[in-house]
């Protein structure tokens, strides 16, 4: 079976794999600059995998997916398939070594640094900040991975398009209550989409990844 095409509006795939010196260095910015917890480290990784065309949004969906079901940090995990996918097993450590040398190196430098000037007002008013930035960075990176998803139901039929969009809503409305696990929500999730797409007919003339032929 081919790879799967791209979605609309989605860069190329790069026809070259990366080099190891590129995906330690690219992993590395991730580690200085992803300040304010774990959405701006994933906008980050989100934003240089379709823009340089490494993955597809559809490819980058499956795989933040895939992270999101197994024990563990996301990000890590997330870092580890990324890096596997481009260049195998040296990929992987290329990685992981670039996100986590400077990240780790930082908090303990931070944390030392932080207990000395907590207390100020203009520290305890920059960390109020923080929280909407970060809520905004995650609705928006959400809403751009959603795109596709969206793009392919609706290409096929407004049942699969409903379809696609009554998984979405029931999964984040159970994610916002914090009553149940993130991964059941996603196990259920991933079987009631099973259910539906494959009860609900695609439009004649429209292909299974989408697009007309």
């Given at each position: 079976?081919?790879?799967?095409?791209?979605?609309?509006?989605?860069?190329?795939?790069?026809?070259?794999?990366?080099?190891?010196?590129?995906?330690?260095?690219?992993?590395?910015?991730?580690?200085?600059?992803?300040?304010?917890?774990?959405?701006?480290?994933?906008?980050?990784?989100?934003?240089?995998?379709?823009?340089?065309?490494?993955?597809?949004?559809?490819?980058?969906?499956?795989?933040?997916?895939?992270?999101?079901?197994?024990?563990?940090?996301?990000?890590?995990?997330?870092?580890?398939?990324?890096?596997?996918?481009?260049?195998?097993?040296?990929?992987?450590?290329?990685?992981?070594?670039?996100?986590?040398?400077?990240?780790?190196?930082?908090?303990?430098?931070?944390?030392?640094?932080?207990?000395?000037?907590?207390?100020?007002?203009?520290?305890?008013?920059?960390?109020?900040?923080?929280?909407?930035?970060?809520?905004?960075?995650?609705?928006?990176?959400?809403?751009?991975?959603?795109?596709?998803?969206?793009?392919?139901?609706r290409l096929e039929g407004r049942r699969r398009l409903a379809a696609h969009l009554l998984v979405t809503v029931v999964a984040g409305t159970l994610m916002a209550t914090g009553r149940?696990?993130?991964?059941?929500?996603?196990?259920?999730?991933?079987?009631?989409?099973?259910?539906?797409?494959?009860?609900?007919?695609?439009?004649?003339?429209?292909?299974?990844?989408?697009?007309?032929?």
């Amino acid at each position: 079976m081919g790879a799967p095409s791209a979605a609309p509006g989605a860069p190329a795939r790069a026809t070259a794999p990366p080099a190891l010196r590129e995906i330690f260095a690219t992993w590395f910015g991730f580690g200085v600059q992803s300040f304010g917890g774990g959405a701006p480290t994933f906008y980050l990784i989100h934003q240089a995998c379709t823009r340089r065309g490494w993955l597809s949004e559809t490819e980058f969906s499956r795989t933040w997916a895939l992270a999101q079901i197994s024990p563990g940090i996301n990000l890590v995990k997330l870092t580890a398939l990324v890096g596997h996918k481009l260049r195998g097993w040296p990929g992987l450590l290329a990685a992981m070594l670039g996100l986590l040398l400077p990240s780790g190196s930082i908090t303990v430098l931070m944390t030392a640094g932080f207990s000395l000037i907590r207390g100020q007002p203009m520290v305890q008013a920059a960390m109020r900040g923080i929280l909407p930035a970060t809520i905004g960075l995650s609705l928006a990176t959400a809403i751009r991975m959603a795109r596709p998803l969206l793009a392919q139901g609706r290409l096929e039929g407004r049942r699969r398009l409903a379809a696609h969009l009554l998984v979405t809503v029931v999964a984040g409305t159970l994610m916002a209550t914090g009553r149940l696990s993130p991964v059941l929500i996603l196990l259920v999730a991933g079987l009631g989409a099973s259910v539906l797409l494959h009860s609900v007919p695609v439009r004649a003339g429209t292909t299974s990844e989408g697009s007309a032929p």
